[in-house]
């Protein structure tokens, strides 16, 4: 089955580091870009990161940019490094992949089921 | 940044025609994505590329990039298609993905 799995979702404390990963199955995972996007409870969807095929492009919004870092490995998993995390970074984060094969096409055709951050003291 | 403005909220009848809007500058000149996602579960792709249907979404599904603003059409609507929509798009200045804020589309 393809499918995507996220993991190390889990509370934390303001100032406090988290990382996420994302275990692609079904499908080799090499030749696509890959992308965390999350989801505050009860709000809308937020893009966080891209990272290219290769891991030579990597783009992060304006919210984590300096906080987070993505990466991935050569088999089959995306990670996202979080550091400094706030209250405001609270949210299912969903790993996704992109559309495209080897160039990056900015959509997103599959998801996983998410993992929740919660940043609380 | 670029922002993309969508309705909180659209109701309609069984049968009848949903139309939810995605509002943003010169959106005409970008490419426009539109998600379904229903409760508890992750976002869904719909339409692609302004008016592209992925294989096994029902014809149902449509959209549109006119110029001003890209719409996503559900046509016969029912009672499964219940769920919040996004629009996304590529913002090439920032290079940055931009998703709309959703609309919850109720079926009444």
């Known amino acids: 089955e393809v499918q995507l799995v996220e993991s190390g979702g889990g509370l934390v404390k303001p100032g406090g580091s988290l990382r996420l990963s994302c275990a692609a199955s079904?499908?080799?995972?090499?030749?696509?870009?890959m992308n965390w996007v999350r989801q505050a409870p009860g709000k809308g969807l937020e893009w966080v990161s891209s990272i290219s095929s290769t891991g030579n492009y990597i783009y992060y919004a304006d919210s984590v940019k300096g906080r987070f870092t993505i990466s991935r490995d050569a088999e089959n998993s995306l990670y996202l490094q979080m550091n400094s995390l706030r209250a405001e970074d609270t949210a299912v984060y969903y790993c996704a992949r992109d559309v495209g094969i080897s160039r990056i096409n900015w959509f997103f055709d599959l998801w996983g089921r998410g993992t929740l951050v919660t940043v609380s003291s | 940044s670029y922002v993309l403005t969508q309705p909180p909220s659209v109701s309609v009848a069984p049968g009848e025609t949903a139309t939810i809007t995605c509002g943003g500058n010169s959106i005409g000149s970008k490419s426009v994505h539109w998600y379904q996602q229903k409760p508890g579960q992750a976002p869904f792709l719909v339409i692609y590329y302004d008016s592209d249907r992925p294989s096994g979404i029902p014809e149902r599904f449509s959209g549109s990039n006119p110029g001003n603003t890209a719409t996503l059409t559900i046509s016969r609507v029912e009672a499964g298609d219940e769920a919040d929509y996004y629009c996304?798009?590529?913002?090439?200045?920032?290079?940055?993905?931009?998703f709309g804020g959703g609309t919850k589309l109720t079926v009444l």
């Open positions: 079904g499908f080799t995972f090499s030749p696509y870009s």
């Open positions: 996304q798009v590529w913002d090439s200045d920032s290079g940055h993905v931009v």
